[in-house]
Structures are given as C-alpha cells and as structure tokens.
C-alpha cells in the first residue's frame, strides 16, 4: 500500500543566513586581495627604480617553451628613488 509522504519533503527552505547576488562562486576576500597587492606593488613602484642586475642588459624577451610561454627568470636590483 502507497503511503502519502509530507507536503515538506524533498523541498529546501530559504534561510536569510543564506548569501545571496554573489554572482559566480567566488572567495569572499578576492577584492580585498587585489586591492592589497594593488596597494602593495604601487609602494614598490613610487619608492624604487627597477633595474637590471647587470647594468645595460635587459631580460631577455624570448618566452621559455611550454604550454603558457612564460617569460625567462631573470634577477633585477630594487635602487631607492631619491626624496
């Protein structure tokens, strides 16, 4: 004999603990992130030049061979600009 099962069962209730409107799943501290490494690199920036470890030889533009081409590493010194 068929047995009726609730009205309630199989259906999820909505929780206002829920997050809601947060588009694609992503970290909640992502843009919190990239302003910091924004924040970051732009000090870096303003108070030294980026040079090349050996004065006139810049990196070499040729990519290393692979699936995503990164570039070759390279060494470069940090001079403190001056105030």
Known sequence: MAQELPATMGHLEWQSSYISAAGRRQCLGESLAKMELFLFSTCLIQKFQLMPAVPGQPPSRVP???LACP??????????RPR
């Open 64 to 66: 290393e061979q692979g």
């Open 71 to 80: 570039p070759k590493h390279f060494h470069i010194r940090f001079l403190e």
